[in-house]
């Protein structure tokens, strides 16, 4: 049986994010990528899971009194213990149709500003759920890994992770990280801004999966050229006489409704360049920033960032798999990569 372990090997990498749970499995690549959402009932005073994924995501802000319809993780962190491990539980055993003896090895990324207490958190939650180890690796060093930045060589490499709660701004050199910082805005930062933004401009009320509708259609990070760009027919509730009420938003309008996000984390990266020694600042400049996550596909942000810093900014080519295909080829070249993943806190 023993020889059998490597080849049925079970080993998983898991990008545990705010708004998307992404599972690596050695030797097979990225096979489940589902909402981090889940649905449950309370019966009895125990919380009863109904849904996770793709199927929970669809209740959000459409539940029942009875029913709730939660996101366990907040800003990259668990904000809910039990509804993350018995979500952490399903997508393991999605990805393990069979029955298997060994239990696996699991890697999860977390933000490089996630408190000790917070690691500790998402550690226990993937070893209840059944892992034999659980490794932590830093974010930012799987984005950059995932996006094939050559983090191991003496130069210095930046790249910025925009995710659902957390974008991480991170220097990397020879394999480890020199200035990182993790601010907590992110994709739903941007969501937020676009609610309230209608709510106090056209006095409408609109919920978080139309927010994240008009961001990924028509959101932009500057202005369009010609004032006013392409525009997307909404529906929502009317603050004024309470009936649901149906407008047209353009570009311009979404550019205005997010351009303080977008300021925070081009101010992120200016505070992470000044930070940066010399003479890694120097590559930096010759080799550019690397953008990856969910966030880095917001229309212009590659050109506000542009303008603001004057540095060549480039988009990764997987960019929403990044952190998972990073932690994935932790998993895979663990022994290259040890020193970046940490079992034991």
Same mark, same amino acid.
């Given at each position: 049986?023993?020889?059998?372990?490597?080849?049925?090997?079970?080993?998983?990498?898991?990008?545990?994010?705010?708004?998307?749970?992404?599972?690596?499995?050695?030797?097979?690549?990225?096979?489940?990528?589902?909402?981090?959402?889940?649905?449950?009932?309370?019966?009895?005073?125990?919380?009863?899971?109904?849904?996770?994924?793709?199927?929970?995501?669809?209740?959000?802000?459409?539940?029942?009194?009875?029913?709730?319809?939660?996101?366990?993780?907040?800003?990259?962190?668990?904000?809910?213990?039990?509804?993350?491990?018995?979500?952490?539980?399903?997508?393991?055993?999605?990805?393990?149709?069979?029955?298997?003896?060994?239990?696996?090895?699991?890697?999860?990324?977390?933000?490089?500003?996630?408190?000790?207490?917070?690691?500790?958190?998402? @550690? !226990?939650?993937? #070893?209840?759920? %059944?892992?034999?180890? /659980?490794?932590? *690796?830093?974010?930012? =060093?799987?984005? &950059?890994?995932?996006?094939?930045?050559?983090?191991?060589?003496?130069?210095?490499?930046?790249?910025?992770?925009?995710?659902?709660?957390?974008?991480?701004?991170?220097?990397?050199?020879?394999?480890?990280?020199?200035?990182?910082?993790?601010?907590?805005?992110?994709?739903?930062?941007?969501?937020?801004?676009?609610?309230?933004?209608?709510? @106090? !401009?056209?006095? #409408?009320?609109? %919920?978080?999966?139309? /927010?994240?509708? *008009?961001?990924?259609? =028509?959101?932009? &990070?500057?202005?369009?050229?010609?004032?006013?760009?392409?525009?997307?027919?909404?529906?929502?509730?009317?603050?004024?006489?309470?009936?649901?009420?149906?407008i047209e938003i353009s570009q311009a309008?979404?550019?205005?409704?997010?351009?303080?996000?977008?300021?925070?984390?081009?101010?992120?990266?200016?505070?992470?360049?000044?930070?940066?020694?010399?003479?890694?600042?120097?590559?930096?400049?010759?080799?550019?920033?690397?953008?990856?996550?969910?966030?880095?596909?917001?229309?212009?942000?590659?050109?506000?960032?542009?303008?603001?810093?004057?540095?060549?900014?480039?988009?990764?080519?997987?960019?929403?798999?990044?952190?998972?295909?990073?932690?994935?080829?932790?998993?895979e070249y663990e022994k290259q990569l040890?020193?970046?993943?940490?079992?034991?806190?």
């Open positions: 049986m023993v020889g059998f372990g490597g080849l049925f090997s079970s080993d998983m990498a898991i990008d545990l994010g705010t708004a998307n749970t992404l599972v690596y499995v050695k030797g097979r690549g990225i096979i489940l990528n589902e909402p981090s959402v889940v649905a449950y009932h309370v019966k009895d005073g125990r919380k009863q899971v109904l849904a996770v994924g793709e199927d929970a995501k669809l209740m959000l802000g459409r539940t029942p009194g009875s029913i709730q319809a939660i996101r366990p993780m907040r800003d990259g962190v668990i904000a809910d213990f039990d509804v993350a491990e018995e979500m952490i539980k399903h997508f393991i055993r999605k990805v393990h149709r069979r029955t298997t003896f060994s239990k696996p090895k699991i890697i999860v990324c977390v933000p490089h500003g996630a408190t000790p207490v917070e690691k500790r958190a998402i @550690r !226990q939650s993937v #070893l209840s759920a %059944g892992a034999r180890r /659980a490794g932590l *690796i830093a974010e930012p =060093i799987a984005a &950059a890994i995932g996006a094939g930045m050559p983090i191991t060589d003496p130069t210095g490499n930046m790249v910025v992770d925009i995710g659902g709660g957390t974008t991480e701004v991170a220097v990397l050199s020879l394999g480890d990280i020199v200035y990182a910082r993790s601010v907590r805005v992110g994709g739903d930062r941007m969501d937020e801004g676009i609610i309230s933004y209608l709510r @106090r !401009q056209q006095n #409408l009320l609109i %919920g978080e999966a139309t /927010a994240e509708r *008009i961001k990924t259609s =028509i959101g932009t &990070a500057r202005m369009p050229d010609d004032g006013r760009g392409a525009s997307l027919v909404i529906r929502g509730r009317d603050l004024i006489n309470g009936v649901p009420k149906e309008q979404v550019a205005e409704a997010l351009a303080e996000p977008v300021q925070q984390i081009c101010e992120a990266v200016m505070m992470a360049l000044e930070a940066t020694p010399p003479d890694l600042a120097a590559d930096i400049v010759d080799r550019g920033v690397m953008l990856t996550g969910g966030g880095a596909l917001l229309g212009d942000l590659d050109l506000a960032l542009r303008e603001q810093t004057g540095l060549a900014i480039s988009v990764a080519d997987e960019t929403l798999n990044c952190v998972a295909l990073g932690t994935g080829k932790a998993l040890r020193h970046v993943i940490d079992y034991d806190s």
